[in-house]
């Protein structure tokens, strides 16, 4: 378990996992589906939005699943890049912006979809996750203070919601796969909270003998 650990815990394996979604479309099954025959940007944009999307919850799942299993080699070696994580999620959301700027087709017709709010709640979401990937080093750390900066950083919970809004609402991925996808975060977040609820409870128990 701690050599597979320690293989987790090395850059190259690291940038590996985070660049597999585009090394997928490099392969010639990827292309031969229907729907990138049919419209390779349309389904270049959902690709890759998806693509940041599922990044993020993994992002996201790390700090419950250090509480839920703390002595677990494997997470924590996984906690050992959050931050790297953390930014390819911003790089992706990127992408995928630029790519639907691309398809569609001219700056005023891109700056109108800004009307709707499943386009709107993205673009805000991008901006949070700029300012978190900005942010995401230790001279920020330094810079802003440890408390300022964990401050910053729970955007990341605003993020969360704004992108279940910005999935549930397309047509591609629809209220149930939307559910799928956050489903892990979202149970292991409550059960997080249930851990933190118990523990206090205990610890007021403690005190009051």
Known sequence: MNGIARFLKKKWVLYTLLLTPILYLLLPQARSETEFQ???A???LEYIGLSATILFVIALMITPLRKVFPKSPIIKAFAFHRRQIGVSVFIYALLHLLIYFAY???WSGFVKDWEKLFILSG???LILLLVLAVTSNNRSVRALGGKR???IHRLVYAIMFLLIYHQATQEKTGYQETAKIFAPLLILQA???GLYG???LDQRSNDKS
Request: hydrophobic letters at 35%; charged letters at 35%.
């Open 198 to 200: 118990k523990r206090s």
């Open 191 to 193: 059960y997080r909270i």
């Open 123 to 125: 673009i805000i979401a």
């Open 149 to 151: 900066w964990k401050r």
């Open 38 to 40: 049919a419209d390779p």
């Open 42 to 44: 349309k389904y270049l």
């Open 104 to 106: 569609t087709g001219s």
